[in-house]
C-alpha cells in the first residue's frame, strides 16, 4: 500500500505543484488538499495520512499552530513544512518535523523527502532499498570506471566527492577526477551504503571526507573537503539538517 498525504495550502497554484510532484511518483496511493488549517486538521482526523505536506503562512491558523493540534490527535503523522522563508526552521524542527522544505518546490526536495520515508517503511511501488543487493564484505567492493583507456576500480573510501558539471559527471579522488558515463542519481544508489550523501542536486559527498561545515547565506551551508585543493561544497538548506544528523555523534 502506497503513501496517504494530506497537503495543506491556501495558495491554488502551490497546492496544484506539489501535487502534480507527489502523484509522479509510484509510491503515493492518494494525495488530498486542504486549503487552510482548519481544513487540514479535518483531514487529518477524516484520512489518518501518513504525511502531511503543511504550510506555515494560511489565514485561519499557521503551520505551527496546526502541527501542534495534529501531534495531538495523531502523533504518528509525519510531518514536513513548506515556507517562501526559512527563518520558522528552528521552530519547525522543535515540533518534530520530518523535513522542511522552502517555496518554490524543487523535484530534489521531494526527492529527499520520499527517500527518507522509505528508510522508515517501504511501501508498494517503492525502489527496492539501495543496500539491498551490496555483499556484506563492503570493503572487498569496488566501483567500475569505465575510460577511453580501458576500466579501472576504485574503492568506496577513495572517492572524496562527486560532481556533476554541465553534461558531465565527475568522481573525484584525493588528487584527481574522472569524467564518468554514470548519472548522479546511479552512483547515489550505488554508493548511498558506504557513507555518500546528496547534498546538493549536483553533488554527493563522502561523509568520511568532510572536514568542516561553514556557513554560508541564507541558511545554506559550505562543506570543506578532505582532497588535495581542499575543494568547497555546497550544501543546499533542505539538506542540512539530515547532513548533521549523519554527521554527528
Known amino acids: 500500500m502506497g503513501w496517504n498525504i494530506v497537503i495543506a495550502d491556501d495558495e ?13 511518483h509510484a509510491e503515493v ?91 522508515i517503511q517501504p511501501r508498494s511501488g517503492a525502489a527496492p532499498a539501495s543496500g539491498s543487493h551490496i555483499p556484506s564484505v563492503k570493503t572487498s567492493v569496488k566501483l567500475a570506471l569505465e575510460l577511453d583507456e580501458g576500466i579501472i576500480y576504485v574503492s568506496p573510501k577513495d572517492i572524496i566527492y562527486i560532481s556533476k558539471e554541465v553534461k558531465h559527471v565527475q568522481v573525484h579522488l584525493y588528487d584527481k577526477a574522472y569524467i564518468v558515463s554514470y548519472t548522479l542519481s546511479e552512483l547515489e544508489h550505488k554508493l548511498e551504503p558506504y557513507g555518500f550523501f546528496r547534498c546538493h542536486k549536483s553533488y554527493l559527498v563522502n561523509l568520511a571526507s568532510i572536514s568542516e561545515m561553514k556557513t554560508w547565506v541564507n541558511g545554506a551551508y ?28
Not at 487540514?40 to 499557521?62: G, R, S
Not at 562543506?223 to 549523519?246: F, H, Q, W
Open 12 to 24: 491554488e497554484p502551490a497546492r496544484e505543484e506539489l501535487i502534480y510532484l507527489l502523484e509522479s
Open 29 to 119: 496511493d492518494k494525495v488530498t488538499a486542504a486549503s487552510g488549517g482548519m481544513d487540514a486538521i479535518k483531514k487529518v482526523k477524516e484520512l489518518a495520512p501518513d504525511v502531511l505536506f503543511l504550510d506555515m503562512d494560511m489565514p485561519d491558523l499557521n503551520g505551527l499552530q496546526v502541527a501542534e493540534i495534529v501531534g495531538e490527535i495523531n502523533p504518528q503523522v509525519k510531518i514536513v513544512f513548506s515556507t517562501a522563508y526559512d527563518q520558522y526552521a528552528v521552530h519547525a524542527f522543535k515540533l518534530r518535523a520530518f523535513h522542511y522544505m522552502l517555496k518554490p518546490y524543487d523535484e530534489e526536495d521531494i526527492v529527499m523527502v520520499f527517500r527518507e520515508l522509505r528508510k
Open 222 to 249: 559550505n562543506l570543506l573537503m578532505e582532497d588535495a585543493g581542499r575543494c568547497t561544497i555546497p550544501v543546499s538548506r533542505n539538506y542540512v539538517k539530515m547532513l548533521r544528523l549523519k554527521l554527528e555523534i
